[in-house]
């Protein structure tokens, strides 16, 4: 007996993957930029370079956020109908989840203690 393997499995769309993690990227950069810059008297313990922590760690969190909306996308999007609303909106949450935590990482210790 020959085993046949029906399983098929869609191609990974690259640029739509890299456009969302840059977009996520890009949403992190903008909202942890005008965390950092309302910072108007920071404190003097937290050396010259207190900002390159949040600037560079929320981003990146920004950008496992787009991964997640496209994943999301990818598992559950392509059904249609329901399964496409529910993605949508268990990616918005993920989303909002990735960058909240990015930028409690990011800050503690300089802007939140």
Known sequence: ???????????????????????????????????????????????????????????IFGAAGGLGT???EYLLGYQGGWSKIISIVLSIIGFVISIWLGTVLGCAGTLWN
């Open 70 to 72: 496209y994943f999301m």
């Open 1 to 59: 007996m020959t085993t046949t393997n029906n399983f098929t499995s869609r191609p990974i769309n690259r640029p739509s993957l890299i456009r969302r993690m840059l977009i996520g990227a890009g949403i992190g950069l903008i909202l942890i930029t005008l965390l950092v810059t309302s910072a108007n008297h920071p404190n003097p313990e937290w050396g010259k370079f207190w900002m390159i922590r949040p600037l560079l760690v929320v981003p």
